[in-house]
């Protein structure tokens, strides 16, 4: 058991440039999510798939998109890269319910440079 | 929306002393109010969580409260071990999870 798997790990980006990070989970999750790390700020949801099918926006959604390709995988793209999208991102997932108590399981994590 | 205060942003203690980090919501429909704790490049682990049903909720050195009507909980941490150094993330679940800005903790031996 895996849990939540993103790639890649660390990635540097110019200015403009568009990436697309991965996220699956091999836990039979209904729920993920995409949060965004920055120093002293906590960890921000950006957006989220309450199921297969269903998505939608968190705190921080401008400047990105996500699809929910299936119940595994849920990527974040990033169109034109800003330098203020430098961050670590985190890929998480939990059973059901989206937020209702429901353990959230994090990815270990990816950290992105744009410069 | 729902807004999380979390204090203080450093915490310094020695080995073995007590720990406690209290956290604020705004949002009185929040029921769901779990800690994370997340050591240098890791990534966030829960490590307990209480739901608005109950006041206190323990396990083994650590400790949750809940004061609903005050809308605040903390986090309490008892005989410190250097092990416990990491940053403590609280949040709070109306219908989405919200997270604090992080308690840098420090267990000196």
């Known amino acids: 058991n895996a849990g939540v798997t993103q790639t890649p790990k660390f990635q540097v980006l110019k200015t403009g440039q568009s990436m697309t990070l991965q996220c699956a989970q091999d836990?039979?999750?209904?729920?993920m999510y995409w949060y965004r790390q920055d120093p002293g700020m906590g960890l921000r949801l950006i957006y989220y798939?309450?199921?297969?099918?269903?998505?939608d926006k968190g705190e921080v959604p401008n400047g990105y998109n996500v699809s929910r390709l299936n119940k595994r995988e849920f990527s974040l793209r990033l169109e034109s890269a800003a330098p203020s999208q430098t961050s670590v991102y985190f890929c998480?997932?939990?059973?059901?319910?989206?937020?209702?108590?429901?353990?959230?399981?994090f990815g270990e994590g990816s950290w992105l440079t744009v410069v | 929306g729902e807004n999380v205060e979390q204090h203080p942003s450093t915490l310094s203690v020695q080995e073995g002393d007590s720990a406690v980090i209290k956290c604020t919501y705004s949002?009185?429909?929040?029921?769901?109010f779990p800690w994370y704790k997340q050591e240098l490049g890791k990534r966030p682990q829960l490590i307990i969580d209480?739901?608005?049903?109950?006041g206190e909720k323990k396990d083994q050195r650590i400790a949750v409260t809940l004061n609903k009507t005050a809308k605040h909980f903390s986090l309490h941490i008892t005989e410190t071990q250097p092990e416990d150094s990491a940053v403590y993330f609280c949040?709070?679940?109306?219908?989405?999870?919200?997270f604090g800005t992080g308690t840098r903790l420090q267990v000196f031996p």
């Open positions: 998480a997932s939990s059973e059901s319910g989206g937020f209702s108590g429901n353990t959230i399981y």
């Open positions: 949040a709070a679940s109306p219908t989405k999870l919200i």
């Open positions: 798939s309450a199921s297969e099918g269903t998505t």
């Open positions: 949002d009185s429909a929040s029921n769901y």
């Open positions: 209480i739901r608005s049903n109950v």
């Open positions: 836990m039979n999750h209904n729920s």
